[in-house]
């Protein structure tokens, strides 16, 4: 079946460096991604639409400048977490619909911690 | 390793009838559960979870969801289908307890008929 796949699955970095999150769709072509965050004890939130050749479509109170989607091919979005903070340590994932329309499938999460 | 498996990508019920999604987890811990709901070009929205309390869930839009270790289930229930139920749910284990990373099903697709 389709596979979404997303690296890191963990990551930690350093308060004010830049850590990239690739989702990558592996065996079928992906037009739409989403990126979703999640808070402790809380729900999955969308962040942004990453919609390939354009530019994503953020929720609001997400700040774009902070996180950067790039959606560069039909195969792969990244989110870019700019000058991190702690506050930003999160569970982070990405899913791509299915383009025939079974329904969507999630990348593994990325677990970032910013110390 | 945790894991989720949802039987039946696809249900369909006709309206007013119970709609029953399947939903069986693996986990090696006491788990925490979801289940999620995603409507057409829409991102997901929880619908209720399990968190240890008590085993039967009730969440939006008059789904429950009730938890049985000894079959490892949390089937997810409404009594009464209604058109705009129609959608795709996706029930999901958290892994490592309630701030752990989620793993979720592959989802179910709900259509309803009139």
């Known amino acids: 079946g389709a596979v979404v796949s997303q690296h890191p699955s963990r990551v930690i970095c350093k308060s004010g460096t830049s850590v990239k999150i690739e989702c990558r769709s592996l065996d079928f072509q992906a037009t739409t991604m989403f990126w979703y965050r999640q808070f402790p004890k809380q729900s999955l939130m969308l962040m942004a639409t990453?919609?390939?050749?354009?530019?994503?479509?953020?929720e609001q109170g997400v700040e774009k400048d902070k996180f950067l989607i790039n959606h560069a091919s039909l195969t792969l979005s990244t989110l870019t977490v700019t000058s991190a903070h702690p506050e930003d340590s999160s569970f982070y994932i990405c899913?791509?619909?299915?383009?025939?329309?079974?329904?969507?499938?999630f990348g593994q999460g990325t677990r970032l911690t910013v110390v | 390793a945790q894991s989720v498996t949802q039987l039946g990508s696809h249900v369909s019920v006709s309206e007013g009838a119970l709609v029953l999604l399947r939903c069986n987890y693996s986990?090696?811990?006491?788990?925490?559960l979801f289940w999620y709901v995603q409507y057409p070009n829409q991102g997901l929205q929880l619908l209720l979870k399990?968190?240890?309390?008590?085993?039967l869930v009730k969440g939006i839009n008059g789904f429950e969801a009730e938890f049985k270790k000894s079959e490892t289930s949390f089937h997810l229930t409404k009594p009464s289908a209604h058109m705009s139920d129609a959608a795709e749910y996706f029930c999901a284990v958290s892994e490592g307890g309630s701030q752990g990373n989620l793993i979720f099903g592959k989802g179910t697709k709900l259509s309803v008929k009139p």
């Open positions: 986990s090696s811990v006491p788990p925490y």
């Open positions: 399990y968190t240890s309390a008590a085993t």
């Open positions: 899913s791509a619909r299915d383009p025939g329309g079974l329904g969507a499938f």
């Open positions: 990453s919609n390939e050749g354009s530019k994503a479509t953020y």
